[in-house]
């Protein structure tokens, strides 16, 4: 066949190419989406189609597909669905309770009964892991920092009175001191020198029972103490003009009582015997009878003018036990020319060494005559 017979070529015109079959017709969607038909296997040597590209048909890519109609069976939070409500590991989900209590709540609400300040720090702890853990025991850490807060305010308020209370008591302690020492000049140095009184002379050497006779009506018998400076003692009343005052020992177990002054009608007063009439003093005043005094009464002495000074003054003393257990002795020293009579009396409880403290307080205490 020659080439004529063929139809010239134009190269301006395309080859003619069949003609593109009409795109089915998609029915509506059903309510269950029909499942995707698998996807043809790709060719030699050509790309891999993307995920979700339409199939090429004859080289051709065909109209997407309209989007599948959501599934209106589908149960939310089933996995594979991300992003919905209730699967795990997604964000702003709250942590899944735990079934135990959380161990730091618990010790919270136990140490705000022993130490407040642990059960605070505990119970805030336990607070943050509870919120990030889901553990129980919100209540209890709660609890616990009430109590803890509540126990600190509670000591910061205890503390502070107690501190006024210890800045009123020293207080009142140093008035005390002050009022003794400017009334009754009884924190002397205890070195007053043996001075002339108004008869022109004042005994020297020791104060016997017979050498009391020397004195004069003008002279004057008085104690000197240094008591008050001792911490071991603590005022308990000062003299306020009565010729009487008192301590109490620091530790509260025993009491020190003083007297000065005229011996008055109730005591018998025999004239130029000082002993007979210390005697009676000690009668009246520990309310003994005179067999007792003469039985049980003995002599003693306290220093004379200043403390170890040497010279004494000489005392009757009479020891007793009350019906409570509690022990005295009592020191006196009566002067028939001065018609005056000083005492001490000082009382113990049952399980203090009386003896011990009434010679420690025969060093602290002394007899000045003027």
């Known amino acids: 066949m020659s080439d004529s017979n063929l139809p010239p070529e134009n190269p301006a015109e395309p080859t003619a190419v069949p003609p593109t079959p009409p795109s089915p017709v998609i029915p509506p969607t059903p309510p269950e989406a029909p499942p995707a038909a698998p996807a043809p296997a790709p060719q030699p040597g050509s790309p891999a189609p993307q995920p979700g590209s339409p199939t090429p048909v004859n080289g051709y ?34 942590p899944a309770p ?31 892991q509870i919120k990030r853990t889901g553990e129980k025991g919100r209540g209890l850490a709660i609890a616990g920092l009430i109590l803890g807060y509540l126990g600190i305010v509670l000591g ?13 008591a020293g207080t009142n302690a140093a008035r005390d001191r002050e009022l003794l020492n400017d009334e009754n ?17 004042v005994p020297t050497g020791d104060l016997t029972f017979g050498a009391g006779q020397q004195l004069t009506a003008l002279n004057t018998a008085s104690f000197a103490d240094n008591l008050s400076s001792d911490p071991s003692w603590v005022v308990k009343t000062p003299d306020t003009g009565t010729g009487s005052w008192s301590f109490t020992s620091s530790d509260n177990q025993c009491t020190l009582k ?14 130029g015997d000082d002993q007979a009439t210390t005697d009676n003093f000690l009668v009246y005043v520990d309310n003994a009878t005179a067999d007792d005094v003469d039985q049980y009464a003995v002599t003693d002495s306290v220093d004379y003018q200043y403390s170890g000074s040497g010279d004494i003054v000489k005392t009757r003393t009479l020891t007793g036990t009350d019906s409570d257990g509690t022990h005295w002795i009592t020191a006196a020293r009566a002067f ?11 009382t113990c409880q049952p399980a203090t060494d009386l003896t011990k403290v009434y010679d420690q307080v025969l060093t602290e205490v002394g007899i000045v005559v003027d």
Request: glycine share 12%; proline share 13%.
């Open 61 to 94: 890519a065909p109209p997407p597909p309209p989007p599948a109609a959501p599934d209106m069976y589908a149960i939310p939070g089933q996995p594979g669905q991300p992003g919905q409500p209730g699967q795990p590991g997604q964000p702003g989900q709250p």
């Open 98 to 128: 735990q079934g135990g209590y959380n161990v730091l709540a618990i010790i919270s609400l136990i140490a705000a009964f022993f130490v407040s300040l642990a059960a605070v720090i505990t119970g805030h702890i336990a607070l943050h």
């Open 156 to 168: 910061i308020v205890g503390t502070i009175i107690l501190i006024i209370a210890l800045v009123t």
């Open 185 to 201: 000049n009884y924190l002397s140095s205890m070195t007053p020198e043996p001075t002339d009184g108004a008869s022109g002379s």
């Open 258 to 271: 003083f007297f000065q002054g005229d011996l008055g009608t109730k005591v018998t007063v025999v004239d």
């Open 336 to 346: 028939t020319q001065l018609d005056s009579g000083l005492y001490f009396d000082l």
